[in-house]
């Protein structure tokens, strides 16, 4: 009942966010499907826009909803029933494994519904599909959405062992929410933004916002180097994540 | 060959050693109590054994294993540890379903006959949380011995049971006995405790006394 509800909730912020991100921006969109897509999915830098709260917020909603989703499924089992769980698995780093595998093909499921949500919406109103297009932005955001779930979920089973679950879980949101909304209001943002490459796939995305003419998005180097700091990132934060589990004291603490 | 040995098992918490110097060898089929005052070092002994702890200086063995070393939990063991829970928003069954789904060595049935050993019905729609502190406590135990655990640890298992489900728990407990599984029951009741188990030792201040050593033989 709760993940029918769960789906329910999501679909419908999805359409309303596509609804308003075409009212909003369909003169810059173009009447493109994988731009309305990016638009309503793709940003949590936004250096030209950035003064504005409601502007970065708007862009982040869609993926702050899924990263509490997901990092809710992990934060449930750490805080709960985790010494019943761990002491029926052989392996503790296994376990923490596998569950970073399923969240991650939650992350996709939940991602093809919303983009069909998008998709279904923009068809509707009228607007262009190039599938090889879409396909390439929905390849940023699966991964853009991976690497947040798996360092939401580090964090949460870190924190939920060693503290109150619910206030640290809130407290990361909250400093994770403020640094997107902070980092580029400062000096030198946008350099940073550059250099850091989970930043230059937000700003690449943010340059078709800025100007659709100048820029190509869709350059093929630019995706293979995207997704190979993605998975990198992943992989290290993954590695780092079963490290810390494996450690021997860290069943002491439960 | 004894099934549980501990050499010299000390554990120091912040400079505070919560268990000193215990020896103790225990045997399969047996009923074996913990009986102390609150911070005696009961429930530490169930961890240690179970291996959510790990001694500053000693050894661990369960069923020829050695904790932290060949195993970090023994491999076939049911426990229950205080202000542990269970998924909030899913039914006693679905709780159980999930830490069932972990092994896969048990299916519906089982499942529905654990939940029925200790009284609560399979076909209960409540979610967790929806459950009074005795349900709590009747799934804890249900998901203990759901699996036929050849080790079997409950750490103050008639906290919040009435009369009539302490009862039922002294005959599950029992019949786990005569199937052959080592049970460990840590628990401030004398009377209960001396009631089930075949030897019953007290601890006091993390020392586990010998010669308190008490039971039904």
């Known amino acids: ?254 | 060959m004894k099934s549980i040995v501990l050499k010299g098992v000390n554990k120091v918490i912040k400079k505070i050693c919560v268990l000193n110097n215990v020896n103790l060898e225990l045997d399969k089929g047996k009923i074996y109590g913990l009986y102390g005052k609150n911070g005696s070092g009961k429930t530490m002994l169930i961890r240690m054994i179970a291996g959510l702890i790990i001694p500053t200086t000693g050894e661990v063995t369960v069923f020829g294993k050695t904790l932290g070393k060949d195993a970090s939990f023994p491999e076939s063991m049911g426990l229950t540890i205080e202000n542990v829970g269970f998924w909030p928003n899913y039914t006693g069954k679905e709780c159980l379903r999930m830490l069932a789904d972990v092994k896969k060595i048990i299916g519906e049935e089982e499942i529905d006959a654990a939940l029925k050993r200790v009284g609560l019905d399979p076909d209960d729609k409540r979610k967790y949380k929806q459950y009074s502190l005795g349900m709590k406590q009747k799934l804890a135990i249900a998901q203990a011995i759901m699996e036929k655990p050849e080790l079997i640890m409950l750490d103050e298992p008639t906290n919040s049971l009435d009369e009539e489900t302490v009862e039922k728990l002294k005959d599950i407990l029992i019949e786990e006995k005569e199937r052959g599984a080592l049970i460990i029951i840590a628990s401030h009741e004398k009377e209960f405790l001396y009631n089930i188990a075949d030897k019953v030792y007290v601890l006091s201040d993390g020392y586990v006394k010998d010669n308190d050593v008490r039971g039904r033989n």
């Open chain 1, 1 to 254: 009942m709760k993940k029918i509800m769960n789906c329910i909730l999501l679909v419908s912020i999805t359409l309303i966010q596509t609804m308003y991100m075409d009212l909003r921006f369909s003169y810059d969109i173009g009447k493109e499907v994988h731009l309305l897509l990016v638009y309503v999915y793709g940003g949590l830098f936004s250096v030209k826009e950035a003064t504005s709260f409601l502007v970065v917020l708007e862009y982040s909603a869609s993926l702050f909803i899924q990263l509490i989703m997901l990092s809710d499924i992990m934060h449930r089992d750490f805080e709960t029933a985790c010494v019943y769980l761990f002491t029926r698995n052989e392996s503790r780093t296994k376990w923490f494994a596998g569950k970073e595998i399923l969240t991650f093909v939650f992350s996709l499921l939940i991602l093809v519904s919303q983009m069909g949500v998008t998709v279904l919406v923009g068809s509707f109103k009228g607007y262009h599909l190039d599938f090889s297009k879409t396909v390439q932005v929905f390849l940023m955001l699966l991964l853009t959405l991976g690497l947040g779930s798996s360092i939401f979920n580090v964090l949460a089973a870190v924190f939920s062992i060693r503290n109150n679950g619910a206030v640290v879980i809130s407290t990361i949101l909250v400093v994770f929410i403020m640094s997107i909304l902070l980092i580029p209001l400062m000096g030198g943002a946008k350099a940073f933004c550059e250099i850091n490459p989970v930043c230059r796939t937000f700003l690449l995305h943010h340059s078709i916002i800025n100007s659709i003419e100048e820029i190509d998005p869709f350059n093929r180097l630019d995706l293979i180097t995207t997704a190979v700091y993605f998975i990198g990132l992943h992989v290290l934060i993954l590695t780092g994540g079963c490290i810390w589990i494996n450690r021997k004291d860290v069943m002491e603490v439960m």
